[in-house]
């Protein structure tokens, strides 16, 4: 215990000086720094390679007050506070005339979530005594897939840590327990356009409307910018395709024929397809989310022509998956065609 509060101590007074910290959180790892730090945060956008115009969410303990970093707290904001904090949702609310541009990408809104993860909140609250906020986008380079253990953050980053890299420590939480980034609710524009999804999670649609009286709508060409809906994110270097069950052993003998090396994603049991590499997912929407990126990564390592995914049911539940494989695939959209 004295050793695991120690690293949190360090990396609590690393923030404190600006530096950056790779973090644990229940959806997937984030890159901190102090939101109200600018400098630091800038730093976020250069290890990441991230173009600065894109906001990053606050990260929050939870015993914050909102009130600091939100302009207007509306009754549906706080209703969702008390149903899902800590846990897998961002909200974003106007925000707070002092809270400096740089965390919200110019614009005049802000995102803040409450984690869940033990070591998050812990160092949440040994950061500023508990008072502060973490700035904290996934813990990968822009556009690629985010990561769910330590080692995918040095993968992602690899000399970039320690005392000369931008990476000054990072924080080793097991691996994350969601396994896909937090939903994204926009409440900064109630009176016009009512609740936005801006992005699916673990926490869905319908479980937001249980608790605020109405189903938030899908994002229009005025929604705030978020990278994580852009339509190609998410990605591995390996190119993707999504193949229906039904046609999956066929699609993968074709390959083969053509002389393609083909890694397999699958979520049933129960096919036995030669490829170079295959990895079976739980058929349920929780274990799934929770494999996937590990999966991606350990399929993209491999070095094959193609991550063939097996298309998961298209049902609710699924909605966070699918809007995540959707985006991994989206550069590779015609691929199977070209390498027929
Ligand atoms: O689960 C998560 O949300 C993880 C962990 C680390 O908390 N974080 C995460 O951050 O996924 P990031 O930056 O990779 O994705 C956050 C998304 C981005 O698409 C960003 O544009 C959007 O949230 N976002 C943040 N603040 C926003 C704001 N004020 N308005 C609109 N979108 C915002
Ligand atoms: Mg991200």
């Keep these: 215990m004295s050793a695991f509060s120690t690293d949190i101590r360090q990396a609590a007074l690393i923030l404190e000086s600006g530096g950056l910290v790779a973090f644990p959180t229940e959806t997937v790892y984030g890159l901190g720094a102090d939101a109200e730090n600018p400098a630091a945060v800038a730093n976020i956008y250069a290890a990441k390679g991230r173009p600065s115009n894109h906001p990053v969410i606050v990260h929050v303990a939870p015993e914050a007050d909102i009130a600091y970093w939100a302009a207007s707290i509306p009754t549906q904001a706080q209703t969702l506070m008390q149903a899902f904090w800590p846990g897998p949702l961002t909200l974003i609310l106007k925000r707070a005339a002092h809270i400096p541009d740089a965390v919200s990408g110019g614009q005049d809104s802000v995102g803040l979530r409450c984690p869940s993860h033990?070591?998050?909140q812990a160092l949440l609250r040994a950061f500023k005594g508990g008072n502060g906020g973490l700035a904290a986008p996934s813990a990968n380079k822009f556009g690629h897939v985010s990561p769910t253990t330590a080692q995918h953050v040095r993968d992602e980053f690899g000399d970039a840590f320690g005392a000369?890299?931008?990476i000054k420590a990072i924080l080793?939480?097991?691996?994350?327990?969601?396994?896909?980034?937090?939903?994204?609710l926009d409440l900064s524009r109630l009176a016009m356009q009512g609740p936005v999804l801006l992005r699916p999670g673990h926490i869905s649609a319908a479980q937001i409307a249980a608790v605020i009286g109405s189903m938030p709508s899908l994002p229009d060409l005025a929604a705030p910018r978020a990278s994580g809906t852009l339509a190609a994110h998410y990605a591995p270097r390996t190119a993707v395709a999504l193949v229906a069950s039904t046609q999956l052993e066929a699609a993968v003998q074709q390959l083969h024929r053509a002389g393609r090396r083909i890694a397999l994603i699958r979520y049933a049991a129960g096919l036995s397809i030669r490829v170079s590499g295959q990895?079976?997912?739980?058929?349920?929407?929780d274990g799934y989310a929770h494999g996937l990126y590990a999966a991606l990564r350990a399929m993209d390592a491999i070095g094959v022509d193609l991550i063939v995914i097996e298309a998961p049911p298209q049902d609710s539940a699924w909605q966070g998956i699918n809007d995540r494989l959707r985006r991994a695939a989206h550069d590779s959209a015609g691929i199977l065609e070209r390498l027929l």
Aim: aromatic residues 0%.
């Design 172 to 184: 080793d939480g097991g691996q994350s327990a969601v396994g896909i980034e937090s939903t994204i």
């Design 164 to 166: 000369n890299g931008l």
């Design 279 to 285: 990895c079976a997912l739980p058929a349920t929407p």
């Design 118 to 120: 033990p070591v998050a």
